[in-house]
């Protein structure tokens, strides 16, 4: 059975040198903080790996996965400024379209957009899927601490449901001030503060949120055509729609249908590279196998089960298709 993932990462030298001339702007962190980076660094950063395409198609080839779509990893920061992030943007998504067809029939492509921008973010979405052949975009957390549901943000998600490609929410750093105040405490390290700030939970959280928010303001009501891909499950969300249906009720919202419909609608969940057939299994029950697609987010998660996993799991051979690769040809127009 054919197998797409995508949520799939790498960077270039390139793009990186260019984010890291910026670093000057970065404010500076405490001997505590430093250290603390560093070390969960060393733990879960998988540096040259994702630089590496010869290991990569072996590793896809050892778990039996057809396409990735990539999506380049931190691409640009706050710090640099909008300008700079137009021209690093487009380099990138170049770059990105090197890699595939340097591997023809591998790989597709997310597109990076400069955020600082919007209306230069709306035109290089539309430039990725119309000139490159790109399947959409993944965008990072928030940019400078807000959500994308400002108004501001608006012509990335019009240009998106204009072309029909989804959007990507994927988590990234949060903001200090949030970490100091929900995640670190005396009682353990500050490095299990900051773990449990990042990959451990802050982080999910708050692309959870980030979806949230996108439903309250309004977005699908303005935009019917607009889809969303959450990848980790979900990021904590479906479990908890049944009660947001109930205390964030259309009466309170203004808005034309629950919550829980619009996620339904149109959110779309991947694994990310959490095999778990528990999760699996809920996920297909609350959303329907067809709003289900397949992640890893190599290599920062590299299970060797990835085709196993999805193959011998108690679905029906229909809801496993679904899953593996026709969500993903039907919503990428494949």
Not at 165 to 172: C, E, G, M
Not at 218 to 225: E, R, V, W
């Amino acid at each position: 059975m054919k197998i797409i993932t995508l949520e799939e990462h790498y960077a270039d030298q390139r793009i990186m040198d260019a984010n890291n001339a910026f670093d000057g702007n970065r404010p500076t962190m405490s001997p505590e903080q430093t250290e603390a980076m560093n070390f969960l660094m060393s733990r879960s950063f998988p540096g040259p790996e994702l630089l590496d395409f010869e290991k990569r198609l072996q590793y896809m080839d050892n778990n039996k996965i057809d396409i990735q779509i990539l999506s380049m990893t931190s691409p640009v920061s706050d710090l640099v400024p909008a300008e700079e992030q137009v021209r690093i943007c487009r380099q990138a998504n170049d770059i990105t379209k090197q890699h595939i067809e340097e591997y023809p029939g591998r790989f597709l492509g997310f597109a990076t957009l400069p955020m600082a921008d919007p209306e230069a973010a709306a035109l290089e979405l539309e430039r990725c899927v119309k000139e490159l052949g790109f399947c959409g975009t993944m965008l990072a957390g928030r940019y400078k601490g807000r959500f994308y549901n400002e108004e501001e943000f608006l012509p990335i998600f019009k240009k998106a449901a204009e072309l029909d490609v989804p959007v990507y929410f994927h988590p990234a750093l949060i903001p200090m001030e949030v970490q100091e105040t929900y995640y670190m405490s005396d009682a353990y390290s500050f490095v299990v503060g900051s773990e449990l700030a990042f990959a451990g939970y802050g982080w999910h959280s708050e692309v959870g949120i980030q979806i949230v928010r996108m439903i309250l303001s309004g977005i699908f009501d303005k935009l019917p055509n607009l889809k969303f891909i959450s990848g980790h499950w979900g990021e904590t969300i479906p479990s908890f729609l049944e009660r947001m249906d109930t205390i964030l009720d259309q009466e309170i919202t203004g808005l034309k249908k629950k919550v829980s419909e619009y996620y339904k609608e149109h959110v779309y969940i991947t694994p990310s590279g959490i095999m778990s057939n528990d999760q699996l299994e809920y996920m297909v029950k609350v959303m329907g196998a067809e709003h289900v697609m397949y992640a890893i987010d190599y290599p920062y998660m590299k299970p060797d089960n990835v085709y196993e996993f999805l193959m011998d799991s108690a679905l029906s051979d229909e809801e496993k298709e679904l899953i593996a690769y026709k969500n993903a040809e039907r919503v990428f127009h494949l």
